[in-house]
């Protein structure tokens, strides 16, 4: 079993800057793949970027946010730039065996998720 949890998320306004993080616990942390997914009220969730041995970004965050890893911390970050109202959301990290890959089924564990709001 792997238990992850989200913090970092809060209130910013447009063009602002918020740095998630994702600290994980349990089964050997350096072997997953790491991902982070978003939800909008009223709308499927959502792949943003994934890391493994490289990493990988949804075409709408691309250039504005970046996804690190720190093994040794058993941490994920996501850094989250230029931020737009459209990327309010709750943030989830997700843990794969699978690579990164932008489907949520594939993903075996789950974070509860933090809020990020940007306002106009």
């Known amino acids: 079993q792997v238990q992850l949890v989200e913090s970092g998320g809060g209130l910013v306004q447009a063009g602002g800057s918020l740095r998630l993080s994702c600290v994980a616990s349990g089964r050997t942390f350096s072997s997953y793949a790491m991902g982070w997914f978003r939800q909008a009220p009223g709308k499927e969730r959502e792949f943003v970027g994934g890391v493994a041995w490289y990493t990988y970004y949804a075409d709408s965050v691309k250039g504005r946010f970046t996804i690190s890893r720190d093994n040794t911390k058993n941490t994920v970050y996501l850094q989250l730039n230029s931020l737009e109202p459209e990327d309010t959301a709750v943030y989830y990290c997700?843990?794969?065996?699978?690579?990164?890959?932008?489907?949520?089924?594939?993903?075996?564990?789950w974070g509860q998720g933090t809020q990020v709001t940007v306002s106009s």
């Open positions: 997700a843990a794969s065996q699978r690579g990164v890959t932008t489907k949520t089924y594939e993903y075996d564990y």
